[in-house]
Each structure stands twice: as structure tokens, then as C-alpha cells.
């Protein structure tokens, strides 16, 4: 899955169970982290000239 640059985030049923609304911020915060790596890394090849599409 890394080739197609899909990361696994996992959690236990318990955390599920227990932790809902904190399990839903970790995947948030994962989502952003990720939406932030590929915005920064089209940027730099837009500044570079290279086309993102």
C-alpha cells in the first residue's frame, strides 16, 4: 500500500468502543497531517516548474 501512498492507521475495538470521539481525532489529525504533506510537496513542484497533475 506504501507504493500507492496509503498509510494504515489502526485501533483496537476497545479504543473504538470507549474512545470514539478521541479515535475520530486522531484520524482527523492523521488526514491533515497527510492533506499538509501532498500540499507542500505540490508546491515545491510548482516552484520547480514541474506540473502536479
Known sequence: MK???LKVI???NE???KRFYTVCCEI???IQE???ELTAF???NNI???KSD
Open 3 to 5: 507504493k500507492y501512498g
Open 10 to 12: 489502526r485501533f483496537s
Open 15 to 17: 479504543d473504538v468502543d
Open 28 to 30: 482527523d489529525m492523521k
Open 34 to 36: 497527510r492533506i499538509n
Open 42 to 44: 505540490r508546491n515545491v
Open 48 to 50: 520547480a516548474g514541474e
